[in-house]
């Protein structure tokens, strides 16, 4: 998981508190990547485009992740207004205030960010969770994430000094603590997260992360891990979605592509990193991957930062 998540090259795009009081609903529009958020006080409901609606209460966290446009409404059959609009008119983003308290209706707010991942890699992290997901305040896989929350909480109302740092490194925490409770709840997680849990196939994918160079072969991998030949290819398949080398291939592949934008080395010095013989054999490899020639891919530049959690 370690070595993933520093492949993603997690960045955190923007952080806000949201309070909003008396009727209210709001529509956002499509996003890149990741939000995450909690409930600080009250009761909404999060409703993703073709997903059931969660209800979210005092202490709940969530993690959308799939882009969809998606609701966020302290009265559910209330019309929406549009998010992008509200956020533009607030003197600042960070801090939105919307509606009117009223005597019969809880004060709601909401803290997080929006969580940016570098686009070679995302895929891997995007296709393995939920477009929304909710994390009880009461589940014992919650506990971990109180203490950020109260600090995220603290730091969002007060504004001390130091806190835009310190908001920003709290919701990558947040994320990464969310993220935990959420595999820790789930019993079939697709993909890679969940053939984590696999011993075999788990241990394969470490040897297979922290050995990338390596030429491994099917039988090696299995042989490390105590599996036959065939019964390793079919569950690592199974469990992952793609054969052992293909994974291999696009575990190198995205690596190289991170070495390539992180600096001004050559592609050759790259290829030779990731274990390729000759600048050809990689460039091919890497179009293969990516669609494009790793000399290319390095010039273009990645798209803009996420926006605000509550935001397009």
Same mark, same amino acid.
């Given at each position: 998981?370690?070595?993933?998540?520093?492949?993603?090259?997690?960045?955190?795009?923007?952080?806000?508190?949201?309070?909003?009081?008396?009727?209210?609903?709001?529509?956002?529009?499509?996003?890149?990547?990741?939000?995450?958020?909690?409930?600080?006080?009250?009761?909404?409901?999060?409703?993703?485009?073709?997903?059931?609606?969660?209800?979210?209460?005092?202490?709940?966290?969530?993690?959308?992740?799939?882009?969809?446009?998606?609701?966020?409404?302290?009265?559910?059959?209330?019309?929406?207004?549009?998010?992008?609009?509200?956020?533009?008119?607030?003197?600042?983003?960070?801090?939105?205030?919307?509606?009117?308290?009223?005597?019969?209706?809880?004060?709601?707010?909401?803290?997080?960010?929006?969580?940016?991942?570098?686009?070679?890699?995302?895929?891997?992290?995007?296709?393995?969770?939920?477009?929304?997901?909710?994390?009880?305040?009461?589940?014992?896989?919650?506990?971990?994430?109180?203490?950020?929350?109260?600090?995220?909480?603290?730091?969002?109302?007060?504004?001390?000094?130091?806190?835009?740092?310190?908001?920003?490194?709290?919701?990558?925490?947040?994320?990464?603590?969310?993220?935990?409770?959420?595999?820790?709840?789930?019993?079939?997680?697709?993909?890679?997260?969940?053939?984590?849990?696999?011993?075999?196939?788990?241990?394969?994918?470490?040897?297979?992360?922290?050995?990338?160079?390596?030429?491994?072969?099917?039988?090696?991998?299995?042989?490390?891990?105590?599996?036959?030949?065939?019964?390793?290819?079919? !569950?690592? @398949? +199974? $469990?992952?979605?793609? *054969? /052992?080398?293909?994974?291999? =291939? &696009?575990?190198?592949?995205?690596?190289?592509?991170?070495?390539?934008?992180?600096?001004?080395?050559?592609?050759?010095?790259?290829?030779?990193?990731?274990?390729?013989?000759?600048?050809?054999?990689?460039?091919?490899?890497?179009?293969?991957?990516?669609?494009?020639?790793?000399? !290319?891919? @390095? +010039? $273009?530049?990645?798209? *803009? /930062?996420?926006?605000?959690? =509550? &935001?397009?």
């Amino acid at each position: 998981m370690s070595d993933v998540l520093t492949l993603l090259n997690i960045g955190q795009a923007a952080s806000s508190r949201f309070e909003a009081g008396g009727r209210w609903a709001l529509r956002f529009r499509s996003y890149r990547h990741i939000k995450i958020g909690a409930i600080v006080s009250g009761v909404c409901w999060l409703t993703v485009d073709g997903e059931p609606s969660l209800r979210l209460s005092a202490g709940d966290c969530y993690l959308l992740t799939g882009g969809r446009p998606y609701e966020v409404a302290g009265d559910p059959d209330l019309e929406p207004e549009d998010g992008h609009d509200v956020y533009l008119r607030a003197p600042d983003f960070r801090n939105v205030r919307y509606g009117t308290a009223t005597p019969d209706t809880e004060q709601v707010v909401i803290v997080g960010g929006s969580i940016t991942l570098d686009d070679m890699a995302a895929e891997l992290l995007l296709d393995c969770l939920p477009p929304a997901a909710r994390i009880p305040a009461d589940s014992p896989r919650a506990e971990f994430l109180r203490p950020v929350l109260r600090m995220l909480t603290d730091e969002t109302a007060a504004e001390p000094l130091g806190s835009a740092v310190m908001i920003e490194h709290l919701t990558q925490i947040l994320f990464i603590q969310a993220l935990r409770a959420h595999l820790a709840g789930e019993e079939d997680v697709p993909g890679w997260l969940g053939a984590l849990n696999d011993p075999q196939i788990g241990a394969a994918l470490t040897l297979m992360h922290q050995q990338a160079v390596r030429r491994w072969t099917v039988a090696d991998l299995a042989a490390e891990v105590g599996m036959s030949r065939s019964g390793f290819a079919l !569950r690592f @398949r +199974t $469990l992952v979605g793609l *054969p /052992p080398l293909d994974y291999l =291939l &696009h575990w190198r592949i995205r690596s190289a592509a991170k070495a390539l934008r992180a600096g001004e080395r050559t592609v050759a010095s790259v290829a030779a990193e990731w274990g390729y013989a000759s600048e050809s054999a990689f460039s091919n490899a890497f179009k293969r991957v990516t669609g494009q020639p790793p000399a !290319r891919y @390095r +010039t $273009l530049r990645p798209a *803009p /930062p996420g926006a605000p959690p =509550l &935001h397009e």
